[in-house]
């Protein structure tokens, strides 16, 4: 028998089927890959101590339903650990919730509860979502199982690191801006940043409201695409969720547009590997063409108004009363200071501040005005693009991983999210699928190219993914 | 400089956070280099366009008040993750000093 660990969701279930393996050894698998490979990697902050009894349930469940079971029955899937799961331990990788316990499931988890899926256990992250490298958890850094001296990006980082080094075959992400996308490029895995919408945030520890969304990373194109569908759908608990439509499956002219100048803000070596999956498209019949997008290059500095403002927003209802780490103060006030200074970290306070200092009073106009005008005038020159092209592709990174330590200024590890940011400002999907590898110091990193395409078009991402890694 | 030191104090103070004589310079270095970043925004030229159009396609959902839970089902699981409390209460320090 083929070890357990390396196959794919489809591949799971076929073994399941046919009964070569039951749950349970998929299960034991897999755990015990991540009692071997977790400590050098900290990928897994907690590996869930009712595993083997899922596996045990989803293996009676197969017997029930047969071939009417879902194709993610007995599948082990890692959670990030902003998701809520009802009795488990959910941090956001915060000491302000080291030991809060959710009081009840993300939609997420009771749809994919529903498709008899293994919640195995939840993944390191940069705290509440904030960062690109995973190094602001406040339980230390993941390890890139490429290179364990290097990043394996962020702030899904765990999750990415954990699909990666076989320790599981899915995991769920989050992405405010880029944190699906840019762990996954930097693992050599497949990342979807669903539709803003598309996917319920219920249960999802908010960061950025008007930007957050749940996401699949996995191994394949196919085995994101299984997730991604069992995941989305309207959702009366998240007012944002769309509304329910059978999206039609049509086929889109194979044209991609590139956006010349904004792709120059990768390295040379990025540039590279990005050329060569062009190649590979025009090559399986695809039409290259350059495009405008004026707008792009400024997404990021607008992403850095939006989310700090709702940041401040969103974090300030942790204050050391209802929920999450307490500090004794002599008033109620200097409790909330307390709890707040004791529980957040270095990069969660700054953004705060920075949320706080563009909501002054006085600066409207010139911050949020301006970010939010920006975010139209993205829309306005991604409808443009998309009238002459069904996808528009960039390198998903700017660079392969970095050395762990190697971004200690803030705005130097910001940047990593330049290509992610104009998905995220104006809701439509990205997906991110491995290119061509770049070598770096004698090892062979992984670099991933992204596609957007205009909102609720997921299918057609997963057909150029498709398309480009051979999967048909 | 953009952001002077005596800024940044108000602004912990609105985020209702303490931070330390070195943690509030380095606050203010990071910021200053954060804000200058963004200022780039400054430059472009935006059209005038109404400032939710980004959401054109997108309405807000709206429903009736209705199908109330039962009072008290949620509040035993939602307690239990309180620092303090007293009863069915969350427990507090005096308000003023």
């Known amino acids: 028998m083929s070890d357990i660990t390396t196959l794919s969701v489809p591949g799971i279930a076929e073994g399941l089927r046919t009964r070569v393996f039951s749950s349970v050894d998929v299960a034991r698998a897999h755990v015990e890959k991540i009692e071997k490979e977790n400590p050098a990697l900290n990928a897994f902050l907690e590996v869930f101590d009712d595993t083997l009894e899922q596996a045990k349930n989803a293996d009676a469940l197969l017997a029930k339903q047969g071939s009417d079971a879902h194709p993610l029955l007995g599948v082990p899937i890692a959670t990030k650990d902003n998701i809520l799961i009802e009795g488990k331990r959910a941090s956001a990788a915060s000491k302000m919730l080291e030991n809060h316990v959710a009081t009840y499931d993300a939609t997420v988890i009771k749809k994919l509860r529903a498709c008899g899926a293994v919640f195995i256990g939840r993944t390191n992250m940069d705290e509440f979502a904030m960062g690109s490298s995973t190094e602001h958890s406040a339980f230390g850094p993941t390890r890139n199982p490429y290179d364990t001296e290097r ?94 439509r059978n999206d039609e499956r049509k086929r889109v002219p194979k044209t991609i547009g590139i956006p010349r100048a904004f792709v120059k803000d990768a390295t040379r070596e990025a540039q590279q590997s990005f050329e060569i999956s062009l190649k590979k498209l025009s090559n399986a019949g695809y039409d290259i063409m350059d495009i405008d997008f004026p707008s792009a290059p400024y997404g990021l500095a607008a992403y850095y108004i939006v989310m700090p403002a709702e940041v401040s927003t969103n974090l300030a209802r942790l204050d050391g009363t209802r929920y999450g780490f307490h500090a004794e103060g002599a008033i109620l006030l200097d409790e909330y200071k307390k709890s707040r200074s004791g529980g957040f970290g270095a990069e969660t306070k700054r953004r705060i501040m920075l949320g706080t200092h563009v909501l002054s009073s006085g600066y409207y106009d010139s911050y949020y005005r301006r970010a939010t005008a920006l975010r139209g005038l993205l829309a306005k020159d991604l409808t443009a693009a998309f009238q002459k092209v069904s996808y528009i592709a960039t390198p998903t990174t700017p660079d392969a991983a970095f050395k762990i330590g190697s971004k200690g200024d803030p705005l130097s590890m910001y940047l990593e999210d330049i290509f992610a940011a104009p998905a995220n400002l104006t809701g439509i999907p990205a ?27 997921e299918d057609t991402l997963f057909a150029i993914g498709k398309d480009l890694m051979g999967e048909n | 400089m953009v952001i002077s030191l005596d800024e940044v104090k108000k ?76 009863g069915a209460y969350l427990k507090v320090k005096k308000i003023l000093g």
């Open chain 2, 11 to 86: 602004l912990a103070e609105l985020s209702r956070l303490e931070l330390s004589g070195d943690e509030l310079e380095k606050m203010r270095g990071d910021m200053d280099s954060i804000i200058a970043y963004v200022d780039t925004l400054q430059k472009v030229t935006l059209p005038n366009v109404p400032e939710e159009s980004v959401y054109f396609d997108e309405v807000n959902v709206m429903r009736e008040d209705g199908e109330p839970h039962a009072p008290g089902v949620f509040s035993e699981k939602l307690l239990s993750q309180a620092p303090r409390r007293e």
């Open chain 1, 431 to 457: 997906i991110t699928v491995p290119s061509e590898r770049i070598e770096k110091e004698g090892k062979k990193l992984p670099i991933g190219i992204q596609f957007m395409s205009p909102k609720r078009t």
């Open chain 1, 151 to 244: 990043v394996p990006g962020g702030s899904s980082g765990g999750s990415a690191a954990a699909v990666a080094a076989n320790l599981v075959p899915v995991a769920l992400g989050s992405e405010t801006c880029g944190s699906i996308r840019q762990p996954a490029s930097l693992c050599g895995l497949v990342g979807l940043k669903p539709t803003y919408g598309a996917v319920s945030r219920s249960g999802l520890i908010a960061m950025g409201s008007s930007l957050d969304q749940i996401g699949p990373l996995g191994r394949t194109v196919a085995d994101v695409e299984v997730v991604y569908n069992a995941l989305r759908g309207h959702d009366i608990l998240d007012s944002t969720t769309l509304p329910d």
